[in-house]
């Protein structure tokens, strides 16, 4: 079979692409047969070595997000038989409850070895049922994209009907915010840097939308957007040099899931949350828990996730120089077979 692998990381270059044996499962494991898989803005972090949350180890197989089906089961394994369409969860070991420092090594695509690979193995319990409507190149884009919006708007966030939340930018991440909160009913404000994405977040549900480089007081805009009272939820992932905004954009008693980093570093005055007795934390995608439940609403709702573009397995490197390019609106996958 072939496989993608690490080689000396720093560049586009470390992407290698190799011959291995198809693995076989051990006690408890089951060997899944990937269809597709989808890239994250992680993955462009971790390929170019300046991810440094959790350590890479050189050789290990890119990518955390993909969908395909079990191919083998081994001794004793009792959630899966061979057939059934399934995806990996992005943190193996959080099935639920709180994540733990220790689960962190489990994370796909680095530090264990990912799903940019025709097969690869992994415990029963590493795995979710995907859901019944979406093709396997959908499915793709579940692991880490969506987990991660439905924490930050439904778990860590409280979204409720009727509220109103900020989606920063167009990645898969904030996509899929805009998504979940449409389809259960909260007014959206989105932003964006680029004019002609503007349609396509209103065809997704958002009933605002800010182009941040226009108006980069984008803040100011929520405030009047709702009426002077601010937004009960910002998803943030711009990070340190948006978060300041994001603490001016939400109300009294408001919160920021913060996400991600893409606006780069600044400070911010923790009196400017203490001010408005809000609350912000941290996300750490989600636990299999959440996937389920995640996946519960999304087949009720039939939500359709944000497909870019799809490469093929051969063409891994284009799909990496495409999401680096900011171009994309959704996510970008890559068939596998
Ligand atoms: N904590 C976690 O568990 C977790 C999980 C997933 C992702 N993340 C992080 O969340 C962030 C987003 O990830 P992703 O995979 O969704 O990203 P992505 O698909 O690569 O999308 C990035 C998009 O964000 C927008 N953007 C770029 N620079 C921006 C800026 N300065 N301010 C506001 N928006 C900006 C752009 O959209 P426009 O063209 O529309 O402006 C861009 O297309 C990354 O920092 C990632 O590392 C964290």
Redesign the pocket.
Known sequence: MRLYQFGKLGSLDALQMKEAEVPQPGAGQVVVRIRACS????D??IVSGTYTSLPIKPGAIPLSDGAGEVAAIGPGVTRWKVGDRVAPI?VQRWLGGNLLPEYMPSALGGPSDGVLAESIVLSEEGLVRIPSHMSFEQAATLP??AV?AW?AAFVKGQLQPGQTVVT????????FAAQFASMTGAQVIA????DE?VERLRGLGAGEVVN??TTPDWDRRVRELTGGRGADLVVE???P??LARSISAIRYCGHIS???????KATIDPGTLFAKRASMC????GSRDMFEAMNRAIEVAKLEPVIDRVFDFADARAAYEH?AS????G??VIRVS
């Open positions: 890239l994250n803005h992680r462009l972090n992005f880490c994209a991660t924490n920063l930018g167009t990645g898969g991440v904030s996509l932003t964006t840097g680029s994405k941040y480089r992932v711009g990070g040099g948006s913060v996400v991600g980093n893409l606006a780069g941290g996300i750490q995608v999401l900011g171009k994309h609106f996510k970008v």
